[in-house]
């Protein structure tokens, strides 16, 4: 069974716009950003109009209101991930700020100089520079597990990597660019053999996949809500209990705390520990509004659906002379199409298909070592999500057409 | 696109006429943008009284500021270093002859920024110098 793609168009109404005065739009650059259902604008423009107020420690009606719609939401997040308990996932501004969390309050207190820190070569600049931040203060030692050519992890030298003793394993489970789907649960399974902690990227997993952070066996797992029919500013640091509880805070402030003294402080309980100041509480509810509308359509049927698209695009993109694509098949990757036109820089790429309305990325995105690694400066990169349709593909190749005898 | 994408950009981006690096030189800069990667590197001969003798670029990135270096080191080759000190982001629109939004100017800019950073000797290319 797959989702019925004319009608999931409706519930998006970015997707009726023109751009250029009339051209339809084609929105190809979900990985960077998903559009929005009405749901979920309509639930925070709800929540402003009706229910807005600070939250905890309020006892009118209104501070009860948002309080319970900010909570709820968190409910709806750890279902949806499965997390055992609700208190298990922190609010964050997005996942760069949840590995923020892990790399201040966890690895500074758990790492030491010498320690081994275990990334890959396809990580996005998030889970890179706080890293290389700790390895500067700290004097911890990064090292990497390598891409192939075919853009997958080599996990003979993962294995290799293993021996060395690492302290934690952080990796992204879905490439940005690439879009390789990494083996999450089997990499988790090797680096607790091995004694470490794991760190999983979800930042394009979640928005795209059933992830079940149970059965990956997850120690930390961040993601975002934007990328997942949600609002910019909120996204969600998962992490198991015993690790949360004994991390001390990250930021201090209202919120965060039992208790203040002049000279001293308590600090509260699981998840507000984390949550220093007034957080994105309409950013919490339009969160909780994506998670419904995401399980309403089914995430097999989101994935089902992408993996057609993403099939069709690759056979479309790989019959252009002198367009090379990156990434692995179709079967071992998520809804990205990163290329490469011969002749022709990916900045020239996106603007001349952006005249006909066609919106898709160029640069390095935030991998800027992946890029390094295939010798190249940058790709241009079309994404899709579950709105997005084989017409759009066929307007998409036609615009890269037109881009190679513009460039002649 | 016709506008942005004009013949002679695209001529100037595949068929540059001062595309390489001089060897020796008297002044050499280069930069990159980090929002593309777009890279560009100036080297000039100067003449005592301070004339521009000869001039190229090389470096890497889309057609807008690979053009955009070639024209102006074009137009700079037996200039007094005086005048390309005074070259500015409205004498670089004039030579590609279209206007742009504020992403793709840094692209047109880099080369005169990579410029002025080399003659007036700086550590460091900044977006003031270009302004």
Same mark, same amino acid.
């Given at each position: 069974?797959?989702?019925?793609?004319?009608?999931?168009?409706?519930?998006?109404?970015?997707?009726?716009?023109?751009?250029?005065?009339?051209?339809?739009?084609?929105?190809?650059?979900?990985?960077?950003?998903?559009?929005?259902?009405?749901?979920?604008?309509?639930?925070?423009?709800?929540?402003? !109009?009706?229910?807005?107020?600070?939250?905890?420690?309020?006892?009118?009606?209104?501070?009860?209101?948002?309080?319970?719609?900010?909570?709820?939401?968190?409910?709806?997040?750890?279902?949806?991930?499965?997390?055992?308990?609700?208190?298990?996932?922190?609010?964050?501004?997005?996942?760069?700020?949840?590995?923020?969390?892990?790399?201040?309050?966890?690895?500074?207190?758990?790492?030491?100089?010498?320690?081994?820190?275990?990334?890959?070569?396809?990580?996005? @600049?998030?889970?890179?520079?706080?890293?290389?931040?700790?390895?500067?203060?700290?004097?911890?030692?990064?090292?990497?597990?390598?891409?192939?050519?075919?853009?997958?992890?080599?996990?003979?030298?993962?294995?290799?990597?293993?021996? !060395?003793?690492?302290?934690?394993?952080?990796?992204?489970?879905?490439?940005?660019?690439?879009?390789?789907?990494?083996?999450?649960?089997?990499?988790?399974?090797?680096?607790?053999?091995?004694?470490?902690?794991?760190?999983?990227?979800?930042?394009?997993?979640?928005?795209?996949?059933?992830?079940?952070?149970?059965?990956?066996?997850?120690?930390?797992?961040?993601?975002?809500?934007?990328?997942?029919?949600?609002?910019?500013?909120?996204?969600?640091?998962?992490?198991?209990?015993?690790?949360?509880?004994?991390?001390?805070?990250?930021?201090?402030?209202?919120?965060?705390?039992?208790?203040?003294?002049?000279?001293?402080?308590?600090?509260?309980?699981?998840? @507000?520990?984390?949550?220093?100041?007034?957080?994105?509480?309409?950013?919490?509810?339009?969160?909780?509004?994506?998670?419904?509308?995401?399980?309403?359509?089914?995430?097999?049927?989101?994935?089902?659906?992408?993996?057609?698209?993403?099939?069709?695009?690759?056979?479309?993109?790989?019959?252009?002379?002198?367009?090379?694509?990156?990434?692995?098949?179709?079967?071992?990757?998520?809804?990205?199409?990163?290329?490469?036109?011969?002749?022709?820089?990916?900045?020239?790429?996106?603007?001349?298909?952006?005249?006909?309305?066609?919106?898709?990325?160029?640069?390095?995105?935030?991998?800027?070592?992946?890029?390094?690694?295939?010798?190249?400066?940058?790709?241009?990169?079309?994404?899709?999500?579950?709105?997005?349709?084989?017409?759009?593909?066929?307007?998409?190749?036609?615009?890269?057409?037109?881009?190679?005898?513009?460039?002649? | 696109?016709?506008?942005?994408?004009?013949?002679?950009?695209?001529?100037?981006?595949?068929?540059?006429?001062?595309?390489?690096?001089?060897?020796?030189?008297?002044?050499?800069?280069?930069?990159?943008?980090?929002?593309?990667?777009?890279?560009?590197?100036?080297? &000039?001969?100067?003449?005592?009284?301070?004339?521009?003798?000869?001039?190229?670029?090389?470096?890497?990135?889309?057609?807008?500021?690979?053009?955009?270096?070639?024209?102006?080191?074009?137009?700079?080759?037996?200039?007094?270093?005086?005048?390309?000190?005074?070259?500015?982001?409205?004498?670089?629109?004039?030579?590609?002859?279209?206007?742009?939004?504020?992403?793709?100017?840094?692209?047109?800019? &880099?080369?005169?920024?990579?410029?002025?950073?080399?003659?007036?000797?700086?550590?460091?290319?900044?977006?003031? &110098?270009?302004?």
């Amino acid at each position: 069974m797959s989702l019925d793609v004319n009608e999931i168009r409706k519930d998006f109404p970015i997707l009726q716009r023109k751009t250029h005065d009339s051209v339809p739009l084609v929105y190809l650059d979900s990985t960077a950003t998903s559009q929005k259902p009405l749901a979920v604008i309509e639930a925070m423009d709800t929540y402003y !109009r009706r229910s807005n107020a600070n939250i905890h420690r309020g006892v009118h009606t209104l501070a009860e209101e948002a309080t319970a719609l900010y909570e709820a939401a968190r409910e709806k997040i750890a279902k949806f991930i499965n997390a055992a308990s609700a208190r298990q996932i922190i609010y964050t501004r997005n996942t760069t700020e949840s590995i923020n969390l892990v790399a201040h309050s966890w690895a500074r207190s758990n790492l030491e100089a010498g320690d081994l820190v275990i990334l890959t070569e396809m990580e996005h @600049h998030s889970n890179l520079v706080p890293w290389h931040m700790l390895q500067e203060e700290r004097g911890i030692e990064l090292d990497f597990i390598p891409v192939t050519e075919s853009g997958l992890l080599d996990l003979d030298v993962y294995k290799a990597l293993l021996s !060395r003793g690492p302290k934690l394993v952080a990796f992204t489970h879905m490439s940005n660019v690439l879009g390789t789907i990494n083996p999450a649960a089997e990499m988790i399974r090797m680096a607790h053999a091995a004694g470490a902690v794991t760190l999983v990227d979800a930042a394009q997993s979640v928005p795209h996949l059933k992830v079940d952070v149970q059965t990956l066996d997850a120690d930390f797992l961040a993601f975002s809500a934007h990328k997942m029919c949600g609002p910019t500013g909120i996204g969600v640091l998962y992490g198991k209990a015993n690790l949360l509880e004994n991390m001390p805070p990250f930021l201090g402030g209202g919120d965060m705390i039992k208790v203040v003294h002049l000279r001293s402080y308590r600090p509260n309980t699981l998840p @507000h520990k984390f949550e220093a100041g007034t957080p994105a509480i309409a950013e919490a509810v339009g969160f909780g509004a994506a998670v419904d509308y995401l399980t309403s359509v089914g995430m097999d049927n989101v994935a089902a659906h992408e993996h057609e698209i993403t099939d069709y695009a690759l056979e479309r993109l790989e019959e252009i002379p002198g367009l090379r694509l990156f990434g692995p098949d179709a079967q071992k990757k998520g809804g990205v199409a990163a290329f490469t036109l011969e002749g022709v820089h990916p900045h020239d790429v996106a603007q001349i298909l952006d005249q006909d309305g066609i919106a898709i990325r160029a640069g390095h995105h935030c991998a800027q070592p992946l890029h390094e690694k295939f010798g190249i400066p940058a790709t241009s990169r079309a994404s899709f999500y579950l709105y997005s349709t084989k017409e759009e593909v066929d307007l998409l190749v036609n615009g890269i057409y037109k881009v190679k005898e513009l460039f002649g | 696109m016709d506008d942005l994408y004009r013949e002679v950009i695209i001529e100037h981006y595949k068929n540059p006429s001062y595309r390489g690096h001089l060897d020796p030189h008297d002044i050499k800069f280069e930069d990159n943008n980090p929002l593309c990667g777009d890279h560009i590197e100036i080297t &000039l001969q100067t003449t005592e009284d301070g004339t521009v003798k000869d001039a190229r670029f090389d470096g890497h990135g889309c057609a807008i500021s690979q053009a955009s270096a070639d024209l102006l080191v074009e137009s700079i080759i037996g200039k007094p270093l005086e005048d390309v000190k005074k070259l500015n982001k409205q004498d670089i629109l004039e030579m590609l002859g279209i206007d742009l939004g504020p992403v793709r100017l840094k692209c047109a800019l &880099l080369s005169l920024k990579v410029l002025k950073a080399g003659v007036y000797g700086l550590g460091e290319a900044s977006d003031e &110098l270009v302004d």
